[in-house]
């Protein structure tokens, strides 16, 4: 969050007066924010090798040049101080669930638990 924005998070108890030093994600608006932050992100990946949409990242790749399309995504993270969490990153996988859909190598189809 930019410094100048933390006043605008200020929030008031009995003790004394706090504000946010990180983008909350009660805070209306936070996924425009966010999503807009994860697009400037990835700029010029998204589309290429990337799928993202909010705190969800998919890197994607129809060649063998897979490593280097996530040597560019982990750059990118780096660049901006972004982390990911150990525990829900897959790596190796030629398919699976995202945003509720199944991908397969043919493409994207329903996901029967939800139909």
């Known amino acids: 969050m930019h410094p100048w924005d933390k006043e605008k998070t200020v929030f008031v108890t009995d003790n004394a007066n706090y ?24 700029k010029g990946l998204i589309g290429q090798c990337v799928e993202a949409y909010v705190n969800n990242i998919m890197v994607k790749s129809n060649s063998c040049d897979h490593i280097k399309d996530l040597e560019a995504v982990f750059e ?10 150990p525990e829900k990153c ?4 030629e398919g699976g669930k995202f945003l509720g859909f199944m991908l397969t190598h043919p493409g ?3 996901n029967m638990d939800k139909c």
């Open 76 to 85: 990118a993270l780096k660049r901006t101080n972004m982390r990911l969490n």
């Open 90 to 93: 897959t790596f190796g996988v």
């Open 19 to 42: 504000y946010y030093e990180v983008m909350s994600f009660g805070l209306k608006n936070f996924g425009a924010t966010y999503q807009r932050l994860v697009d400037k992100i990835f």
């Open 108 to 110: 994207i189809e329903a």
